[in-house]
Nanobody, 124 residues
Framework: VQVVESGGDLVQTGGSLRLSCAAS????????MGWYCQAPGKERELVAR?????????ADSVKGRFTISRDRDNAKNTVYLRMNSLKPEDTAVYYC?????????????????WGQGTQVTVSS
Protein backbone atom coordinates (compact mmCIF):
# COMPACT_ATOMS: atom_id res chain seq x y z
CA VAL A 1 0.00 0.00 0.00
CA GLN A 2 1.38 3.38 -1.02
CA VAL A 3 0.67 6.51 0.99
CA VAL A 4 1.28 9.91 -0.58
CA GLU A 5 0.98 13.27 1.19
CA SER A 6 0.94 16.77 -0.20
CA GLY A 7 0.20 20.31 0.85
CA GLY A 8 3.07 21.29 3.12
CA ASP A 9 4.31 24.84 2.79
CA LEU A 10 5.80 27.88 4.50
CA VAL A 11 3.14 30.07 6.12
CA GLN A 12 3.03 32.92 8.61
CA THR A 13 1.72 32.65 12.14
CA GLY A 14 -2.06 32.61 12.09
CA GLY A 15 -2.20 31.22 8.58
CA SER A 16 -3.88 28.07 7.27
CA LEU A 17 -2.94 25.02 5.28
CA ARG A 18 -4.68 21.93 4.01
CA LEU A 19 -2.74 18.69 3.79
CA SER A 20 -3.92 15.81 1.63
CA CYS A 21 -3.13 12.12 1.88
CA ALA A 22 -4.13 9.26 -0.39
CA ALA A 23 -3.64 5.55 0.20
CA SER A 24 -3.62 3.20 -2.76
CA UNK A 25 -2.88 -0.45 -3.38
CA UNK A 26 -4.24 -3.84 -2.54
CA UNK A 27 -5.85 -4.14 0.87
CA UNK A 28 -8.73 -6.07 2.35
CA UNK A 29 -9.97 -3.13 4.42
CA UNK A 30 -8.75 0.32 5.35
CA UNK A 31 -9.37 0.80 9.07
CA UNK A 32 -8.06 4.29 9.76
CA MET A 33 -5.80 7.05 8.55
CA GLY A 34 -3.92 9.52 10.62
CA TRP A 35 -1.56 12.45 10.59
CA TYR A 36 1.57 12.50 12.70
CA CYS A 37 4.22 15.18 13.07
CA GLN A 38 7.90 15.09 13.89
CA ALA A 39 9.86 18.20 14.79
CA PRO A 40 13.69 18.23 14.82
CA GLY A 41 15.02 16.35 17.81
CA LYS A 42 11.59 15.10 18.84
CA GLU A 43 9.71 11.86 18.45
CA ARG A 44 6.93 11.40 15.95
CA GLU A 45 3.56 12.03 17.58
CA LEU A 46 -0.09 11.77 16.68
CA VAL A 47 -1.81 14.90 15.42
CA ALA A 48 -5.17 13.57 14.29
CA ARG A 49 -6.71 10.27 13.28
CA UNK A 50 -9.97 9.19 11.66
CA UNK A 51 -11.41 5.70 11.48
CA UNK A 52 -13.40 4.13 8.68
CA UNK A 53 -16.51 4.86 10.77
CA UNK A 54 -15.64 8.53 10.97
CA UNK A 55 -14.49 8.56 14.58
CA UNK A 56 -11.81 11.19 15.11
CA UNK A 57 -9.28 11.97 17.79
CA UNK A 58 -6.84 14.84 18.10
CA ALA A 59 -3.77 15.83 20.05
CA ASP A 60 -4.67 18.34 22.75
CA SER A 61 -2.37 20.91 21.17
CA VAL A 62 -4.40 21.05 17.94
CA LYS A 63 -7.96 20.69 19.21
CA GLY A 64 -10.10 23.52 17.88
CA ARG A 65 -7.51 24.47 15.25
CA PHE A 66 -7.05 21.35 13.10
CA THR A 67 -9.72 19.22 11.46
CA ILE A 68 -9.23 15.82 9.88
CA SER A 69 -11.77 14.67 7.32
CA ARG A 70 -12.29 12.01 4.71
CA ASP A 71 -13.06 12.51 1.05
CA ARG A 72 -16.78 12.12 0.38
CA ASP A 73 -15.90 9.36 -2.03
CA ASN A 74 -14.67 6.68 0.37
CA ALA A 75 -13.25 4.70 -2.53
CA LYS A 76 -10.56 7.35 -2.94
CA ASN A 77 -9.06 6.47 0.47
CA THR A 78 -8.13 10.10 0.90
CA VAL A 79 -8.01 12.21 4.04
CA TYR A 80 -7.35 15.87 4.62
CA LEU A 81 -5.98 17.86 7.50
CA ARG A 82 -7.22 21.41 7.68
CA MET A 83 -4.80 23.44 9.78
CA ASN A 84 -5.98 26.85 11.02
CA SER A 85 -4.42 29.42 13.35
CA LEU A 86 -0.99 27.95 12.77
CA LYS A 87 1.73 28.59 15.32
CA PRO A 88 5.53 28.37 15.04
CA GLU A 89 5.41 25.30 17.29
CA ASP A 90 3.39 23.50 14.60
CA THR A 91 6.51 23.49 12.44
CA ALA A 92 7.38 19.86 11.65
CA VAL A 93 7.37 17.20 9.01
CA TYR A 94 3.86 15.81 8.80
CA TYR A 95 3.47 12.13 7.97
CA CYS A 96 0.34 10.31 6.93
CA UNK A 97 -0.29 6.78 8.13
CA UNK A 98 -2.73 4.18 6.85
CA UNK A 99 -3.92 1.29 9.01
CA UNK A 100 -5.29 -1.57 6.96
CA UNK A 101 -5.61 -5.32 6.77
CA UNK A 102 -4.63 -7.73 4.05
CA UNK A 103 -6.03 -11.20 3.50
CA UNK A 104 -3.77 -14.23 3.51
CA UNK A 105 -4.77 -17.80 2.95
CA UNK A 106 -5.05 -18.36 6.70
CA UNK A 107 -6.16 -15.05 8.18
CA UNK A 108 -6.36 -11.28 8.02
CA UNK A 109 -3.16 -9.46 8.86
CA UNK A 110 -3.13 -5.89 10.19
CA UNK A 111 -0.51 -3.59 8.71
CA UNK A 112 0.42 0.07 8.51
CA UNK A 113 2.05 2.15 5.83
CA TRP A 114 3.67 5.58 6.06
CA GLY A 115 4.02 8.36 3.56
CA GLN A 116 7.27 10.18 2.86
CA GLY A 117 6.24 13.27 4.81
CA THR A 118 5.51 16.87 3.91
CA GLN A 119 7.19 19.87 5.54
CA VAL A 120 5.11 22.48 7.32
CA THR A 121 6.96 25.59 8.43
CA VAL A 122 5.27 28.39 10.35
CA SER A 123 7.21 31.63 10.56
CA SER A 124 6.84 34.01 13.49
Amino acid sequence: VQVVESGGDLVQTGGSLRLSCAASGSMFRLHAMGWYCQAPGKERELVARITSNGVTNYADSVKGRFTISRDRDNAKNTVYLRMNSLKPEDTAVYYCNAEFSIATIERLVNMTSWGQGTQVTVSS
